[in-house]
């Protein structure tokens, strides 16, 4: 399945922004997930939801962040609310199945103080 991530940009601290996901084909038994990668930094999970709705946040990211899923639309997306300067990455999704792993091609996120 082909990935393509959206809604990254440019937003203030404090704001809000929504990440979405687009596949190319079914998602229904995938587990779907947020990664994002900081300049000089590894690539760190942000927020997992696997086909049963079950969803796995990093640290204190639930607090402020919400991924969901919309299997009819084969989407899935990233709420990100009380944005900080902390968040500026660029946020990649992943796809995980029995057939395996796929990787969107990004989409950046920059958070101005």
């Known amino acids: 399945v082909q990935l393509q991530a959206s809604g990254g940009g440019l937003v203030q601290s404090g704001g809000s922004l929504r990440l979405s996901c687009a596949a190319s084909g079914s998602i229904f038994s995938a587990n779907m997930g947020w990664y994002r990668q900081a300049p000089g930094k590894e690539r760190d999970l942000v927020a997992s939801?696997?086909?049963?709705?079950?969803?796995i946040y990093a640290g204190s990211l639930k607090d402020r962040f919400t991924i969901s899923r919309d299997n009819a639309k084969n989407t899935v997306y990233l709420q990100m609310n009380r944005l900080t300067p902390e968040d500026t990455a660029v946020y990649y999704c992943n796809s995980r199945d029995s057939y395996g792993d796929s990787w969107g091609q990004g989409t950046e996120l920059t958070v101005s103080s």
């Open positions: 939801i696997n086909a049963r709705g079950v969803k």
